[in-house]
Nanobody, 128 residues
Framework: EVQLQAFGGGLVQAGGSLRLSCAHS????????IGWFRQAPGKEREEVSL????????YYLDSVKGRFTISSDDAKNTVYLQMNSLKPEDTAVYYC?????????????????????WGQGTQVTVSS
């Protein structure tokens, strides 16, 4: 059974930092990619950062490049999102999700719908 749990959200002032953690079970890094997504009230859910721990591929939303870093710890079955220089526009509920890697190559699921397993989400609030 695939399960994911997101931790680490909180309230922080602009310019501050948070580290989100996604503990996962029921799958292996060989078979799944993991992504961080966020959704603010009334807004579309967006991909923040993706990682394929097997090949090291990473993706970042343009607005977080240079500020956020995604990483994985295979031994702990955990993926992290280090968020630095936080801005008020980063305020959202952050979710981690897992999806199967395409069978004939590629590092990430082809679409958002390919991330079929989702954690509960953790609130990140950045004040001005």
């Amino acid at each position: 059974e695939v399960q994911l749990q997101a931790f680490g959200g909180g309230l922080v002032q602009a310019g501050g930092s948070l580290r989100l953690s996604c503990a996962h079970s029921g799958f292996t890094f060989e078979n799944y990619a993991i992504g961080w997504f966020r959704q603010a009230p009334g807004k579309e859910r967006e991909e923040v950062s993706l990682i394929n721990p097997s090949d090291g591929s990473r993706y970042y939303l343009d607005s977080v490049k240079g500020r956020f870093t995604i990483s994985s710890d295979d031994a702990k079955n955990t993926v992290y999102l280090q968020m630095n220089s936080l801005k008020p526009e980063d305020t959202a509920v952050y979710y981690c999700a897992a999806g199967q890697v395409p069978p004939y190559g590629g590092s990430f699921p082809e679409t958002l719908g390919g991330y079929r397993y989702w954690g509960q989400g953790t609130q990140v609030t950045v004040s001005s």
